[in-house]
């Protein structure tokens, strides 16, 4: 592998300064705030004890996160208590930050890029304060870096990438949304597959085989997932494009019509598109702006300028790291398909007021953003007109 030297630094002490970082603003988070709760937590919680104490698994919007509970009864069955669940997602989350240097480290040839990534994981406070919450979160952002760390491990193998395979059917029960997970690991494999396939009667039925993937997931979407969510329409009513935050407003420009009350979630929202076609388009264009933008209107000036200035860079480059080809098309199948998705439902549904939906693939932009930094820093090295001794 190629080396991109910080001057008088070596890798060995960026790793250990890295390491340190870590530990400093995991002991601070932890010491200030302890254990930390948000709307779902008490939910959680419930659902842990009856897990733990009775193993029941009600019939409850809870099942469908039961993923997480059972994480916490785990704990909670070793003598362990919230404080344990804390300290459990710290670790982990440690583990994951391990996983995303190597797994940058492996994809990027040089040590710049998994120095750049992970620095950015950690100081990157919005996806390193769920650590210390009572939700999803933190557990969910750490397992999407260990199914990418064993889909590049793997490096095409198939039977190799079913490690990262298990961690996903996990991830598919922590949150109802982690289905994005599974369809964008069946896009590595239609991906993997029709590379290596030379045959076009063959590569047809790929396609037609692997296109009933998006049928079956609306389906599952619309059947199973989205059942219990039934306000699903509020913020299309209301016009609200960030949840829990109503100084901003789609205003309608006429009557909006809304769907049958016993239509499915799916039927309900088509139904209000086809009926309110320009009141949805700009309530959808601005949530997709919102997402990808992930600033704020109350944020600081600080807050926002911060993001514009690191985030935005980043994205030009994972484009760019992308479209080199460099990096295994397999590998960025996956990943475009998972912040498309999660960057639809947004769009489809509504931003959150603490931009969580892009903060629980943000170590994608990361990853796919410093390789794409370092490559071009490579590649200006390189035409350097190198200095003649005379």
Known sequence: MRNTTLGFLSERTITVGLALLWLCIQSALYLRYGVRFMGDSEGYILYAQNIAERFHFEQSHQLKYFGYPLFMALLFKFGLGLKGVVLAQIIISGVA??????????????????????????????????????????????????????????????RQSLWALLVIFYICIVRPNGFIALVAYFGYIFTTFYIHIKSPLTRGALILAFSLVPVIAVVVVDQYLLTSFGAILDPYEKGHVIFMYEDLVVPSSGPILMPPADASPLAKISYFIQHNTSYFIRMAGLRFLLFWGNVKPFYSLLHNLIIVVVLYPLYFFTVRAIATNRIATSLSVFVVLLLLQQCFITTMTSEDWNGRFLMTLIAFVFIFGAIGLSWQLEKWRKKKPEQVEV
């Open 97 to 158: 930050t391990i996983a995303l240097y190597k797994t940058t480290r492996l994809l990027a040839g040089n040590w710049l890029a998994p120095a750049l990534s992970t620095l950015l994981f950690i100081g990157w406070y919005e996806v390193q304060m769920y650590n210390t919450f009572i939700l999803t979160e933190s557990l969910y952002i750490s397992l999407f870096i260990f199914v990418f760390y064993f889909l590049a491990r793997a490096k095409g193998n198939l």
